[in-house]
């Protein structure tokens, strides 16, 4: 009789260990099977946005929502496939929700934010912002964080409220900017001459519009020199590179026709009692 028993109970461990053994084998295929599905789904979804010409922005916020979706459903259907009860744990996930929902304010506001920046476009993919302290290219706008690129090469990664919840400035919604500059030059000096140098080193830069077409004037008078204004108009594209080119130009087209600009002088006078003072 004690060998009936042991076999009817090695039996009954046989019996749970196949039927769960063989859910374990059916919840990794369904996990991977699912896993592959988010995957092609996402990749689907993006080529039908793509195909239809939408912005970045919105493909790669829809696809990141796409994959998570799916990769959930698919957790529900394995949960289900090891007999756990999903209609209950759906109802338990709805009633702990709030304490989470508390836990989470900021995500579930970044993600709201992220919702936000999709259907308004404050700034999309690709273009020059500044916001949250951080200056440079959008990279990515994911479902809580914006990506940034700074023109170091630094990745800023920003939480969506921060740039929903402060001022943000884009350099690249209109199109074009203007580069103000200033430069300097000795009272002595021939001021439609300067202008005409100046004039001429604006014209000869093909990134620089001529419609509308640059300024030069005089923006204010120093005590030893006289201060232009210079506004030429680019695309943001170029803005650094026309800023540095004009200066670079300036300064060798002024050291051709002998201008000069004013530096700062001081002269130092010692007295006889060991007494130094300074003069500009």
Not at 47 to 71: D, K, P, W
């Amino acid at each position: 009789m004690p060998h009936a028993g042991l076999s009817q109970f090695l039996l009954q461990w046989q019996t749970i260990l196949t039927t769960f053994g063989l859910r374990i084998v059916v919840a990794f295929v369904l996990f991977t099977l699912g896993r592959w599905g988010a995957q092609f789904l996402q990749r689907t979804v993006r080529q039908v946005m793509l195909r239809a010409h939408m912005e970045a922005s919105l493909i790669s916020f829809v696809c990141n929502f796409t994959y998570y979706g799916a990769i959930a459903f698919a957790t529900l259907a394995i949960m289900g496939t090891l007999g756990i009860e999903t209609t209950s744990l759906v109802a338990m996930l709805g009633a702990a929700s709030v304490a989470v929902g508390l836990a989470l304010q900021g995500s579930l506001s970044n993600f709201a934010a992220g919702i936000l920046l999709v259907i308004f476009h404050p700034f999309r993919v690709g273009d020059w912002i500044e916001g949250a302290s951080v200056s440079g290219i959008v990279e990515e706008i994911q479902l809580f964080t914006t990506h940034i690129r700074t023109f170091d090469n630094r990745l800023i990664i920003i939480p969506n409220g921060k740039l929903t919840n402060d001022n943000v400035t884009n350099y690249s919604t209109k199109g074009i900017l203007r580069v103000d500059m200033a430069i300097a030059v000795d009272y002595s000096e021939n001021l439609q001459q300067v202008k005409a140098i100046v004039a001429e080193v604006l014209a000869s830069d093909p990134r620089i519009l001529r419609e509308p077409a640059p300024n030069i004037g005089v923006a204010q008078l120093g005590e030893n020199y006289i201060r232009l204004a210079i506004q030429p108009w680019t695309k943001p594209q170029h803005y650094w590179d026309v800023h540095f080119y004009t200066y670079e130009r300036i300064v060798e087209r002024f050291r051709k026709a002998e201008i000069l600009m004013p530096s700062s002088k001081q002269e130092v006078h010692i007295h006889s009692d060991g007494f130094v003072a300074t003069a500009r």
